[in-house]
């Protein structure tokens, strides 16, 4: 049985998840609330395997906090479901531990197949749910092909940024810029697919 | 009021200065003339300053037939020419100080009744003191033999500068103290928290101060009003240019047993839409994680739309963010500035490529942002603006609300370069 809790300050869609998975075997509800001091409540009392959370409560992005102080470790598996389009808050989420992230707009079976998913250790970021797949990716830029060329031989930032001639900071903007606009959230995601799509064949 | 108090100055300097003044008095006509004029064209604008230099315009007007007055002997001149001289003095003395006491007592003062009270006081002796002397040069008699007439009449005039510059200071107090209320709101608003520390720091110090000085132009808290409000008309006519026609066509079309294929594909086109107007207003990124990410954010989305490149340049120190972000307002107007310069690149400039350079600390943001456009003139820069484009007139605006500088520049041989710079406490 998975003990699952939901945090949306939204009632509609509380409910909406709330009364599906109640009528879906396997899963038991162990409790909901709509504010990020109720959810922490919640989970500490209430001790559920996953939390479907809302990553925007009220007015401010409370389901990251949440995320932050459950997430990764041994706490509940955090699912967030978001509104958001923008790739930050989903490197945001993952960075901070959630074990997946997804839209909103999802069909309600499609969020508890991915509570199903997480609750045995799977993670669910689908990438597709992001603006950044929208319209077809453009390449990279020749300067953030630069970049690419040297991550993919194994540099660090320091090293690219060397490299380069910009600041590390500036590295860490265009790995951040390549992460939303690809879907990816890791380094080694991100080589492979320069490598796949052949934008680094003409390496010598 | 402020109309009232221009217009009684104005007499006085006509009444007072008219009949033709001695060379000697040329100082003081030029000072009240150009007081004068400062008072009337600065009246709307800010009162405050119109205020004082109706004050200054009106003493330094009744200062010459008060002089005239002090050396001016019945006995020499005859009876009658005195009590002109006497009587055109005490009118303009008079009458400067009950400007004063209009502005020391302007209604919306706290304490405006006390010091009303104080004034009509002030008001009423001294009227009483040049009616005494009137009278007692009438009647050609003296109280004291010690006393002669010009004692007595500079005794009044001596306190009647002291009484104007009194009431004066009161009016000044009032402003300043008004418009510190309205800074600590303002700054309360921007998420600057001047309750409880009041400027424990040097900068929030200057930050209030600035503030403050800023609210003594009531002008300037108005232009931000009326940047609201053109703010709100800008959103109503995207949801109705470009949301509802969208919406009204997807209804259309189900009514008329569309497919829903079809109607799918027209909500989906709505909602990007939505999402378009949306993330021009509410830039959620930069809320959350700040300048950096939230200009990456408008970089990747102008790349997406617009088919330029915006390259992003992050100068400055290396380490973490730990340092704290700046103040919100700050991070909001540093974006839009961002936000509006690509824009133009993008829509007026047609610019290939951007290029953002930005350091960003508590303390200071320097954002830059370049282009390779067609750049402008100052003949194009003047019809953008007659044509109702206030774009740039706004941002230089917002730049120094938040004690920043805004500059741009024509590159050579094209191209444009808009710089911001906002240094904490300048």
Known sequence: ????????????????????????????????????????????????????????IGGQPGGLQLVKRFGGGRGPRMLM?????????????????????????????????????VAVGETRFPAVTLSALRDAPRPPSAREMEALRLLARGATNDEIAVGLGISIKTVES????????????SRTELALLAVREGWLSTDP | MIGAASVLALAIVVVVLAPPASPDDLLPILVSGGALCV???ARHRTPGLAWASLVVASLAAAGVPIALSRVANPGVIGLGEWLVVAGRSSAAAIVTMAIAALYATRPERP?????????????????????VIVLLVIAGTRADPELTWVDIATRPTALFRLVVLLLAAFGVAGDIRAAAIRADARLADAGFDGGVDHGRSRAQLADRVRTTLRELVPGEADAGAAAVDAERIRLAGDLHAVVLPSLRRAIAEVEAGGPAETLAQRLHAVDLELERIMADRWPLVLETFGLVEALEDLAERTEAEAGVQVGLEIVGPDGDARGGRPRPDIERTAWRIAQVALDNAVRHAA?????????????????????????????????????????LADLARRASAVGGSLVIDARQPSGTIVRFDWPAGA
Do not use: N
Request: contains cysteine.
């Open chain 1, 1 to 56: 049985m998975i003990r699952l809790a939901v945090v949306d300050d939204h009632p509609a869609i509380l409910d909406a998840i709330v009364d599906a998975a109640r009528s879906r075997p396997g899963i038991e509800v162990v409790g909901r609330a709509t504010d990020v001091d109720a959810a922490i409540e919640l989970v500490e009392q209430a001790r559920p395997d996953v939390v479907v959370c809302d990553v925007w």
């Open chain 1, 81 to 117: 479901l978001s509104g958001f389009e923008q790739p930050s808050f989903l490197r945001a989420a993952f960075e901070a531990g959630a074990a997946g992230y997804i839209s909103k707009a999802s069909e309600i079976d499609e969020i508890l197949a991915a509570v199903e998913a």
């Open chain 1, 174 to 185: 265009h790995l951040r810029r390549l992460f939303g606009r690809y879907g990816v959230l």
């Open chain 2, 39 to 41: 008072g009337i064209l």
């Open chain 2, 111 to 131: 304490a405006a009744r006390r010091v009303t009270t104080l004034a009509m006081v002030l008001v009423a002796w001294l009227s009483a003191g040049f009616l």
């Open chain 2, 351 to 391: 610019a290939k490529e951007i290029s953002l350079t930005v350091f960003v600390s508590p303390e200071r943001i320097k954002l830059t942002i370049t282009d390779d456009g067609r750049g402008f003139t100052s003949a194009t820069a003047t019809d953008a603006v007659r044509s109702g484009s206030r774009g």
